[in-house]
């Protein structure tokens, strides 16, 4: 018989996917919101194209910046316990065996089961299996600092240029019903891939996405509007 494939999961997809759907999310809306705003305030296209490429470039350094120390910070949570697991079973052997063997009885398995998995993971790797079963620690599912900050930098950018291009090509006279209503199809869009990617049902995401992206822009095309009328 075929050996059976393995079964592949979202949770494996979960930390780069978090990164990348946030940047581009946080691209296309920022940008947008910044077109929007200085298009209302009635600046000129020139102008407006200038603001949304600043905008670019400091989201996506924004971006992977915040993304790296945030998750370096729970690399080094990570790395500090396991430390400190890795300790633990050169100081005490018995105890962490114990401790292995409590944990699988509380999930329901019989004691003397229980003991001999215990037994059996600890000398296939004691430290992994603590680092599964004891910390929550897997490797599909670690912090991956740089992997995210990447992830964050380029999603950011490709969301950002989107509204970019409509600004560049949409009428003057239409310019911000063209970035507004495009910027909220992206979102849409992103919505529903991030859904389906993560396995989730795609209309509450997209709904959300959509509904807080348009109040963000339209407050923010408020805002420049009135500082137009201002100034």
């Not at 075929?2 to 809306?29: F, I, K, Y």
């Not at 080094?76 to 409590?102: M, P, S």
């Not at 003057?172 to 859904?195: D, E, R």
């Amino acid at each position: 018989m075929p050996a059976r494939q393995r079964e592949r999961h979202s949770t494996g997809r979960l930390g780069w996917l978090r990164a990348a759907v946030l940047g581009a999310n946080g691209g296309v809306l920022s940008t947008a919101s910044l077109v929007l705003g200085v298009a209302a305030a009635h600046g000129s296209r020139s102008n407006v194209l200038i603001a949304g490429l600043a905008g670019l470039v400091a989201g996506a350094m924004s971006m992977a910046a915040g993304e790296f120390v945030s998750v370096h910070a729970q690399a080094d949570t990570e790395n500090a316990d396991l430390a400190r697991e890795r300790t633990e079973i050169k100081v005490d052997d018995k105890g962490e065996h114990e401790e292995l063997t409590a944990i699988y009885v509380g999930r329901g398995l019989d004691p003397a089961l229980a003991k001999k998995v215990a037994d059996q993971l600890m000398a296939h790797d004691a430290l992994r299996a603590h680092a599964r079963d004891e910390l929550g620690i897997s490797e599909s599912l670690r912090a991956r600092p740089i992997q995210a900050a990447l992830a964050s930098a380029v999603s950011f950018s490709v969301g950002a240029a989107l509204p970019l291009v409509v600004t560049g090509i949409a009428p003057a006279g239409s310019l911000i019903v063209s970035v507004f209503a495009s910027a909220l199809v992206f979102l849409a869009l992103l919505g529903a891939v991030a859904a389906r990617a993560g396995s989730a049902p795609m209309a509450p995401s997209t709904l959300r996405v959509t509904f807080w992206g348009a109040l963000a822009m339209g407050v923010t095309a408020a805002v420049g509007a009135l500082c137009g009328t201002a100034v």
